[in-house]
């Protein structure tokens, strides 16, 4: 079974049946989606990937100086930045749109429930709101573009760790939103998926995460290439680029939650 575990779900550049679809042609079985978090842009343009190329080659090569130039993404406003462009970030992802896309296909789809501790209060009251629809497989955090530190998702942190949820997180390089040491060793057992291969420390993070158990990386686009997942993949084996598959993560919470209430 192939098993996409990171798409944000963006209505107005990828229909839901036209998804469906691509991953009949592609072989794709299952895709864990996630409420989108910034106006549509596409990298498409030469420009576009010749800039991504440039920014994966600093964080591989020079890094840290590369963070500098992957900072530069981000603006002082809450914009995502691309050669000029400024791409409005949301604050608050709208987690209805994966539970309505989860019940039209319910075979299809899984989601993670996006929370913001920078703007909401109580992030734990979003995963309780959204943990008993069917599908939903664990967190999402991007403390990168909504600008916090990770300690500020130590109760998403403390309740994932309690209902056996996978907590996947897009690092940031400033501020403490990088700190990828903090919610494994403070929540041993905690399951920390790191985004995009661990953006932006790649190797620094993937020789912490080696022989750490419940840490591993996921391989999605766009911030990687062919070249890099190898790196990825040879460094770390398989076994650490993937979380625990969804069903089995899904009936382990099932167990959890009968002994939790028999």
């Not at 608050?92 to 920078?118: C, E, L, Q, R």
């Not at 209060?121 to 309780?128: R, Y």
């Not at 999402?140 to 109760?155: C, N, V």
């Not at 790196?231 to 939650?257: I, S, W, Y």
């Amino acid at each position: 079974m192939i098993i996409d575990c990171h798409m944000h779900y963006e209505p107005d550049l990828f229909p839901l049946d036209r998804m469906v679809a691509a991953m009949k042609t592609h072989g794709v079985d299952k895709v864990s989606l996630i409420a989108t978090m910034v106006e549509p842009f596409s990298i498409e343009s030469k420009a576009r990937k010749i800039a991504s190329s440039l920014m994966r080659a600093g964080l591989v090569h020079a890094n840290p100086l590369g963070q500098i130039l992957y900072q530069s993404t981000l603006s002082s406003k809450g914009c995502f930045v691309l050669l000029g462009s400024k791409y409005r970030i949301y604050n608050n992802p709208d987690n209805s749109t994966i539970a309505w896309a989860i019940n039209k296909y319910p075979d299809k789809f899984m989601g993670w429930i996006f929370v913001n501790p920078a703007v909401d209060k109580e992030p734990v009251s979003e995963i309780e709101k959204w943990s008993s629809q069917r599908g939903m497989v664990g967190v999402k955090a991007h403390p990168f573009w909504h600008r916090y530190a990770i300690e500020r998702l130590d109760s998403v942190a403390g309740w994932c760790q309690e209902h056996c949820y996978p907590l996947l997180i897009h690092l940031g390089a400033r501020g403490g939103s990088g700190d990828y040491r903090r919610l494994p060793e403070k929540y041993p057992g905690l399951k920390v998926v790191y985004a995009h291969a661990g953006i932006p420390y790649y190797r620094a993070l993937w020789a912490y995460i080696q022989d750490k158990n419940d840490t591993y990386i996921d391989l999605s686009s766009p911030y990687l290439d062919q070249k890099l997942i190898g790196m990825a993949v040879d460094f770390l084996g398989a076994d650490k680029c993937a979380c625990m598959e969804p069903t089995a993560l899904m009936e382990l919470r099932e167990a959890v939650n009968t002994m939790t209430t028999g």
